[in-house]
Nanobody, 115 residues
Framework: QVQLVESGGGLVQTGGSLRLSCAAS????????MGWHRQAPGKQRELVAA???????NYQPNVEGRFTMWRDIVNNMVYLQMNMLKPEDTAVYYC?????????WGKGTLVTVSS
């Protein structure tokens, strides 16, 4: 079982930046895909960015060019740098891992962007 712990959320003004971190309990090289998802109040959870085993990153169109996801294999960490934040980016952000077809989730970290 993969345990994931997010950190780095908080309150930021429009146009500001935040960096989210996700600590994995095991070697992330054993994980097929790592992802960041978010869920805004009253909305469904959506994929923000995903990083495959091979190192390919995909982004939701709404965050392309503003968000960057990468991994630190040595320390089993995954990051999401969020720049030019907008009020519509306000949500709980979750780190997720797909290992062997099983999805694992962190408890989430709240990001609030004030206008």
């Amino acid at each position: 079982q993969v345990q994931l712990v997010e950190s780095g959320g908080g309150l930021v003004q429009t146009g500001g930046s935040l960096r989210l971190s996700c600590a994995a309990s095991e070697n992330i090289f054993r994980i097929n895909t790592m992802g960041w998802h978010r869920q805004a109040p009253g909305k469904q959870r959506e994929l923000v960015a995903a990083l495959t085993y091979g190192g390919r990153t995909n982004y939701q169109p709404n965050v392309e060019g503003r968000f960057t996801m990468w991994r630190d294999i040595v320390n089993n960490m995954v990051y999401l740098q969020m720049n030019m934040l907008k009020p519509e980016d306000t949500a709980v952000y979750y780190c997720a891992a797909d290992k062997g077809g099983v999805d694992y989730w962190g408890k989430g970290t709240l990001v609030t962007v004030s206008s």
